[in-house]
């Protein structure tokens, strides 16, 4: 998980125009990315204060195998919502109310409800957070169906190929 890429997705930047806002070059982001090259904790604070963010040290448990798994799932939606938040978030409310006329009493689902409320860039953000609090919330995911039985497919063997 490279936080630089993500937050790049997260932001639907071009690797381009990141280094344009932080002021380097692409090729320098590019190494970040890969991991050919580690940016200096001065270095990230820059990066993410260039696009109004802040980074939050945080200690949690380890993710698991199956935590990574649906985080890589999540990616992809999250990706999903921000090149077509309206259909992705029309969807996803479909399948709460489906999800709530099965189970009335999940208290779990109430919690979608304020977050399909959010901007889709921090509702994206809150999918791809590894944070125990998402890992929880993405165990009872209401974007089912967002992407494609292919597409799915095609996640889980990247996953596969990348995972230890």
Excluded: C
């Excluded at 930047?13 to 320098?28: F, N």
């Amino acid at each position: 998980m490279n936080p630089i890429r993500t937050l790049r997705q997260m932001l639907g930047l071009t690797q381009s125009e990141l280094a344009q806002r932080v002021g380097t070059s692409q090729p320098t982001l590019a190494a970040y990315e890969s991991g050919t090259k580690s940016p200096t904790h001065r270095t990230f604070e820059r990066i993410i204060s260039a696009v109004g963010m802040e980074a939050v040290i945080e200690f949690v448990p380890k993710l698991t195998r199956e935590d990574r798994r649906s985080l890589a799932l999540h990616r992809a939606i999250a990706l999903r919502l921000l090149e077509k938040p309206a259909q992705t978030i029309a969807k996803a409310r479909s399948n709460l109310e489906r999800m709530r006329s099965q189970n009335p009493h999940a208290d779990g689902l109430l919690v979608w409800d304020r977050l399909l409320d959010l901007t889709p860039e921090r509702l994206a953000a809150t999918l791809v957070d590894p944070a125990p609090d998402a890992r929880e919330l993405r165990q009872v995911t209401p974007f089912a169906g967002v992407l494609s039985p292919e597409e799915r497919t095609t996640v889980y063997q990247r996953f596969s190929a990348e995972a230890p």
